[in-house]
């Protein structure tokens, strides 16, 4: 497990460096939200996402992150979790097809942690043809399928190659100014990824599932933040509205936060974590938010078929 998240930071580093879409500012300047106190290089970047809200930036966790959690806590592989709709032809609209595509780049990750490869590989075919409907390269899905079914033995190339995906596909929709439907992977995936943790809560009362969700808290408030910029024509109305009810019941989560800039030593590639947080989520308001992470979940995989 711990040389899985290791062999990840190099590609972790490479993905933070390269999303000049994020003003370019140094990583020591980054506002990285909650995050536990450590001396040692953290992969919890591995495939995040750094983005901008006014003049801040700060990390999006990632699903794949997310993945190993459930791994390292006991959590077994449960299929049922994974978006039941098979053909994404289904999602006709840009906002759905974004918002999926978003979705099942989690679920593909989360069965990669599991070395559910051909799984995985179903997965990824999906992924490719959203991401074509989304006007992402072709090119980019042929090279890196190729690569994909060379290496389906190898888990830790396989988790490298889902955090290139999701970078290289993060790239490609920015340099098109298609911002707003990033914005809606990266919601997507956080959505899938959090309904991944409150489900096993649900069966696994364990303290780092509970904190993962309390500390999203934070990140909630600049999700809400980053899709309010794309909301210029009013069409993220709805979405917007139910991330500010799930913020009001986050508002009942009791945390603590405090900031300290991050070391970094650019000579090693390493960025330390140094600021300290803790939250406290009773089972009441643990099953509330989740109701509501279930709720906004169905509304993301629905189709208008449904």
């Known amino acids: 497990m711990k040389s899985s998240l290791y062999f990840l930071l190099s590609i972790a580093i490479i993905s933070v460096l390269t999303l000049s879409s994020c003003g370019g500012e140094d990583p020591k300047n980054m506002d990285n939200g909650p995050s536990s106190e450590s001396s040692k290089p953290k992969a919890k970047a591995s495939g995040s996402s750094v983005l901008k809200v006014g003049d801040k930036l700060f990390n999006l966790p990632s699903p794949l992150e997310t993945a190993m959690l459930i791994e390292e806590v006991g959590g077994h592989f449960n299929e049922s979790m994974l978006n039941p709709i098979v053909d994404a032809g289904q999602y006709s609209v840009k906002t759905k097809q974004a918002m999926n595509l978003g979705v099942y780049g989690a679920d593909l990750g989360y069965c990669l942690i599991y070395n559910q490869s051909q799984k995985a590989f179903t997965l990824l075919a999906t992924t490719k043809k959203l991401g074509?409907?989304?006007?992402?390269?072709?090119?980019?899905?042929?090279?890196?399928?190729?690569r994909f079914e060379g290496n389906m033995e190898n888990k830790d190339s396989l988790l490298i190659f889902v955090s290139e995906l999701n970078r290289l596909s993060d790239e490609y929709l920015k340099e098109n100014e298609s911002e707003d439907l990033s914005a809606m992977i990266l919601y997507g995936g956080w959505v899938e990824s959090l309904y991944?943790?409150?489900?096993?809560?649900?069966?696994?009362?364990?303290?780092?599932?509970?904190?993962?969700?309390?500390?999203?808290k934070n990140t909630l408030v600049n999700l809400i933040g980053l899709i309010t910029q794309q909301n210029?024509?009013?069409?993220?109305?709805?979405?917007?509205?139910?991330?500010?009810?799930?913020?009001?019941?986050?508002?009942?989560?009791?945390?603590?936060?405090?900031?300290?800039?991050?070391e970094t030593k650019p000579d090693q590639k390493l960025t330390i974590i140094k600021s300290k947080s803790s939250v406290e989520l009773d089972n009441a308001l643990m099953e509330e938010i989740s109701n509501k992470i279930t709720a906004l979940r169905k509304n993301i995989i629905t189709t208008s078929a449904s």
């Open 196 to 216: 991944f943790v409150s489900e096993l809560s649900k069966s696994l009362d364990n303290d780092a599932l509970r904190a993962r969700v309390g500390e999203q």
């Open 232 to 262: 210029s024509d009013g069409r993220f109305d709805d979405i917007l509205a139910s991330l500010n009810d799930l913020k009001a019941s986050f508002a009942k989560v009791n945390s603590t936060y405090s900031y300290f800039e991050p």
């Open 132 to 146: 074509t409907e989304l006007v992402i390269s072709p090119a980019l899905y042929k090279g890196l399928m190729k």
